[in-house]
């Protein structure tokens, strides 16, 4: 069994590195030389719009998926004539595009931070109007990791804000002050079983992500599920799926969605009962999902920039290094550790050991 | 980082599987092209005292370990003389020769099976005369699986046996009438730090390992650690290692030791802290080991000749399907599922339902 992966990066493969063991291989399409994921598969060296490309793809594999949304949607339809495409190409065009990810939040009734769209300077002007300052300026598509975004704190912001963003279509967000950043991580099956884990909490640093903790029993969970829920039963969705939310009190708003593995997920791998990286192959091949509870307390580091050495991430207790093998630059996500203790006291010691490592 | 493993089979698979997150490649050297390891890695296609094959693993690889004991030692030996190779050419000497090892364990004190050599017709008749009947006759080396071993019962079948076996040296071994059969894995570090998993208890099936379950509280446990250490420690030993002892009453006899990571550990993949393989790597990179506690309870069946279908395996709760990509072949190892449960009714009823696909 074949199955193909838009994108290899650390996403793809992650989700090799999990499929081997059920008996499946993994092929990559990708225009990068140096996709990190064909170490462990084969590499299609390429673009996502090649046609002799995807057709080399659905020559093999029964199934495609995607590690990122940005995938152009006629390629995933060229795709859906002759594989199983999961998640489907109506997914991931909601979820690349923030103004349309926003619109199906409202429309399936989940409060969201306020939200308008800007296609012109008038637009962006009447739209600071109505929703006042400070708020954040976005580019619809293609933003990821803190890019294609500038905050709006004062009127003077506007006018070079829209010069570096304008021309893309834009959204206008209200800044919201959140108590925490949240995500749920769910998979859904192709029979609309769906489960999820408990809900982790996320620091970000300069836009990234920079630390993950599991919540196993937190409170808002039960809200965060029912949100998601609505959404991947709307969006018939196959495969691990993400929602990032904000808390505000007691409410939660949500942020965006990712229609594939999330990088607050990657807790998951040692710290829950399956990773999200073997339910997103178990649900987009169509076998039953394992469970999804955490193993006790359970937390993620990334490191950035700069990976720290083995000896010293593999010291600290309960500690398992995830190494991408990409060059180092700046900003780049380039591993993160994973951390599993016996309690909250346990886990939070070592985030804090690994925050140390991955700041030096 | 580069490490090479002698042997291309399913071990050195799954030691690749678990190389890659720590950012490590690996290259393997096994004379079939069918190799189930050459997906996650490189294969180097030869034979294992092919000079120029050990010259290029030389080459790429800064450390070397095998997954199999039956390793020429002029190879060991040549690699050795340009990267490090764990574990050492003295262990897997001792380690594959039957007659070598019940040696060592006598002589450190570690209790066996009576056993003699046999190098003759005559060796033959005075070992019986002195030991008795029922017992095994063994060859020396390149036994595994129940291969190259004929039970005597009565007078009668030493003939037939000494001429299937006869030309190789061999060893006969009183046969004990155990209790149970269980197995302790054990990592070594450079620095002679020591880890255990929790005791194994295993079932065979026609001289083939058909089940182990983990043993979290077996109060012979410390028993088993200590005839370990003794071994670990007089080998200089580092990496994975496993000892096989029969328990009757409550005395424990070493049957046989394997130098490297083991069927009867490969619960730990899901089912400890730091998978057998995981810490294997670690041991022979020079890492600090990861923890070796079982995560609840925990246990495997292995899939021998046939392997049932994902869907089935993957709906039992708790379960984890690993299948090795090798073409099916009567009683050969072709996969294995773990399973782990909250408790150990749990998981003894999901080894029963897997033990259940298995011989279906």
């Known amino acids: 069994m074949i199955v193909g992966i838009i994108g290899g990066g650390q996403l793809a493969r992650m989700l090799a590195l999990a499929a081997h063991p059920l008996g499946v291989r993994c092929i990559f399409l990708d225009p990068s030389p140096d996709a990190c994921a064909r170490s462990v598969g084969d590499l299609l060296l390429g673009h996502y719009d090649d046609t002799r490309l995807l057709d080399l793809m659905a020559d093999q594999a029964q199934v495609v998926t ?63 109007t109505v929703m006042g300052l400070p708020a954040m300026l976005k580019t619809r598509t293609m933003g990821y990791d803190g890019k294609g975004q500038w905050v709006l704190r004062k009127p003077r912001d506007l006018a070079p804000a829209f010069a570096a963003l304008g021309g893309a279509p834009l959204i206008l967000e209200g800044f919201v002050p959140f108590d925490r950043e949240v995500s749920v991580i769910a998979v859904r099956g192709v029979t609309g079983e769906t489960r999820f884990y408990p809900l982790t909490e996320n620091v970000h640093q300069n836009g990234v992500l920079a630390q993950s903790l599991a919540r196993p029993t937190d409170p808002l969970a039960e809200q965060a599920y029912f949100y998601a829920q ?91 290094f995830h190494v991408y093998g990409k060059t180092a630059r700046a900003g780049r996500k380039l591993g993160h550790a994973t951390v599993r203790a016996a309690d909250e006291a346990g886990v939070c010691e070592a985030l804090s050991m690994l925050r140390a490592l991955a700041c030096s």
């Open 66 to 128: 995607c590690e990122f949304e940005s995938v152009p949607a006629e390629s995933l339809q060229y795709l859906s004539r002759r594989a199983f495409v999961y998640p489907s190409a109506q997914a991931l065009e909601v979820a690349r595009d923030r103004w349309y990810e926003k619109q199906l939040f409202a429309s399936l009734g989940i409060p969201t931070p306020p939200f308008m769209p800007v296609d012109s300077w008038q637009d962006l002007e009447s739209a600071v």
């Open 230 to 320: 609505r959404l991947l039963d709307h969006l018939q969705y196959v495969g691990v799926f993400a929602l990032e939310l904000f808390q505000r009190g007691a409410e939660l708003l949500a942020n965006e969605m990712a229609p594939r593995v999330h990088n607050s997920g990657h807790w998951t791998i040692e710290g829950a009962e399956t990773s999200q990286f073997e339910n997103h192959m178990r649900a987009v091949l169509g076998l039953p999902l394992g469970g999804t509870k955490s193993l006790g307390y359970a937390g993620m580091v990334n490191f950035v920039g700069t990976i720290p050495e083995a000896e010293h991430v593999l010291a600290i207790p309960g500690a398992h």
